[in-house]
Nanobody, 119 residues
Framework: QVQLVESGGGLVQAGGSLRLSCVASENIFSFNGMSWYRQAPGKQREFVASLTRSGNTNYVDTVKGRFTISRDNAKNAVYLQMNRLNSDDTGVYSC?????????????WGQGTQVTVSS
């Protein structure tokens, strides 16, 4: 059973930075991609950033230039560096790992870590 454990959330003032970590119980190269999602109170979960096995990255427009997704293969970890945070970045951030199968994608999710940005 794949496990993803996030950490690094907390309370930060607007303009500050946080780095989230997601550690997988398996080699992250066994996944086709790793990504971060967030869910703000009263809103649907939204995509934030992704990193494919080949190293391609993608970001939602609202975080481009502020957030950076990266990985450490030796630690089976994916990170989300978040800079210039604002109140709209508040939410529960969850890590997702995806494996492509014939006809479907197998998803794995972490439990999430809370990020609260105070204005």
């Amino acid at each position: 059973q794949v496990q993803l454990v996030e950490s690094g959330g907390g309370l930060v003032q607007a303009g500050g930075s946080l780095r989230l970590s997601c550690v997988a119980s398996e080699n992250i190269f066994s996944f086709n991609g790793m990504s971060w999602y967030r869910q703000a109170p009263g809103k649907q979960r939204e995509f934030v950033a992704s990193l494919t096995r080949s190293g391609n990255t993608n970001y939602v427009d609202t975080v481009k230039g502020r957030f950076t997704i990266s990985r450490d293969n030796a630690k089976n970890a994916v990170y989300l560096q978040m800079n210039r945070l604002n109140s709209d970045d508040t939410g529960v951030y969850s890590c997702r790992a995806a494996r492509l199968r014939v006809g479907y994608t197998r998803d794995y999710w972490g439990q999430g870590t809370q990020v609260t940005v105070s204005s």
